[in-house]
């Protein structure tokens, strides 16, 4: 029995240390241990670089963590650490953390059917179709409801129509996301606000509320609110040795791809490091990593505007950016990717911690977005290139027998692009264009 029992003391030993490395912030107040950039071994003129990129893509507030303490916090133009921004999609992820309390707490089941909370004929689908849609459904973008309606944010029963049997499709469709708000507040017996407010803002120190706009619940706080969410979600629900989500089945669950069809989606959350991805507004499927400069670990919340909150556990790295961007997409991932190649060049000397810089892809389109002209480079001789729409019909066919093509997009309208390139080795490389 005594080996036994020192095996487990050193594992719990082990385990205690690891819990202890991460740094919290006081509840009660708004002091915030810090880390000089220097000791992680990043150059000035790198910060620099990268404060030049946010501030010319219209960026608020940008944090980065290591170990729960601020190594950078930065705010552009009139924002401030005070000012309040709007968190859009990205505040998803704290709906799907009260989900996990709800259910924790046993006021629901995420296995329990939607109609059980807000009725029968919430929906415009019959009975037997409503009926099988559960809100581990809602959590995963599995609905079946009809994301190409008019209007996809409207909750009403009659913008919620029958596309395909729950958990069969998945599409990133808003207004299913937005009913789970009724589901918690008529499962809790409490308003949405208070809810979050007793359960998770005030554990944490966490600002901020749910602001209805239009048919949305739009989370608004400061930037260290949603540093906050960050370091919570890093240290898996656990607050400084406060448990707040004691499911870890579910909170598994949540960071973890969640159904079949797009493998870089758990319960809200964009996930990396997966075989393949599916963005909003079409049913491509995009081999490859969702973030390709981002650690295969990274779990992203992303909204439209660019308000991104990445956590990395490999790196005990959380960062934060709110603001604008210019391409008004709903889940802009391609700017989060973009200040990947920044943090990852943060570091100019040799420490322990790990920045991997992730290699170039095999094929190049640039500039991207791009309003005349596009170049695709390749290592390798390029056979032909498609562009293709979001419903995934090709709309454009080049012919080559060179490994840099130069193709003219004039001809076409502002938005998103899927360009295949077939090499002259037999494979075929996906990528994403923006005409703007």
């Known amino acids: 029995m005594k080996p036994i029992y020192l095996v487990i003391s050193a594992l719990f030993f082990s385990l205690n240390i690891g819990a202890q490395s991460l740094y919290f912030p006081p509840s009660t107040d708004n002091t915030w241990d810090t880390i000089a950039p220097t000791t992680l071994g990043y150059c000035q003129d790198n910060i620099d670089s990268l404060y030049h990129f946010l501030e010319a893509e219209n960026t608020k507030a940008f944090i980065l963590l290591k170990d729960g303490k601020i190594v950078l916090e930065k705010y552009f133009g009139t924002h401030t650490q005070n000012s309040l921004w709007q968190w859009a999609s990205a505040g998803k992820t704290i709906t799907a953390f009260m989900v ?115 048919y949305n619940n739009v989370f608004m706080s400061n930037a260290r609110s949603m540093a906050r969410f960050g370091l919570l979600m890093l240290n898996h629900g656990n607050w400084n040795g406060n448990q707040i989500l004691t499911d870890t089945t579910y909170f598994n669950q949540m960071v973890n791809t969640s159904q079949t069809n797009n493998p870089s989606y758990g319960y809200l959350w964009w996930l990396n490091g997966k075989s393949s991805y599916m963005i909003p507004q079409t049913q491509f499927v995009f081999p490859g990593n969702l973030c390709a400069h981002a650690p295969s670990d990274m779990i992203v919340a992303m909204g439209k505007g660019g308000q991104f909150l990445n956590v990395v556990p490999s790196q005990n790295l959380v960062w934060l950016r709110m603001g604008d961007e210019p391409n008004n997409s709903l889940v802009p991932f391609l700017l989060n990717n973009d200040i990947w190649t920044y943090v990852n060049a943060l570091q100019c000397t040799k420490t322990g911690i790990n920045n991997t810089i992730y290699p170039n892809n095999v ?74």
């Open 363 to 436: 094929v190049q389109l640039f500039p991207n977005p791009s309003n005349h002209m596009v170049n695709i480079t390749a290592n390798q001789i390029i056979s032909k290139i498609e562009i293709l729409n979001i419903q995934g019909q090709v709309i454009q066919t080049i012919s080559a027998t060179t490994n840099n093509v130069s193709i003219s997009i004039n001809t076409l309208s502002n938005g998103l692009f899927i360009v295949k390139a077939s090499l002259a080795n037999g494979t075929t490389w996906t990528g994403k264009l923006i005409k703007a």
């Open 100 to 214: 996990g309390m709800a259910q924790q707490e046993g006021h629901l089941s995420i296995t329990d059917t939607t109609s059980t909370y807000l009725g029968p004929g919430w929906t415009n689908c019959t009975p037997a179709q409503e009926e099988k849609i559960t809100i581990r459904h809602q959590l995963t973008m599995t609905s079946g409801l009809d994301d190409g309606v008019a209007d996809p944010f409207c909750t009403l029963d009659s913008c919620l129509a029958y596309k395909a049997d729950a958990g069969t499709r998945w599409a990133y469709h808003n207004a299913p996301y937005t009913l789970l708000d009724k589901v918690i507040e008529q499962a809790t017996g409490v308003t949405l606000n208070s809810y979050t407010t007793q359960k998770l803002k005030n554990p944490i120190g966490m600002t901020g509320t749910f602001v209805p706009i239009d």
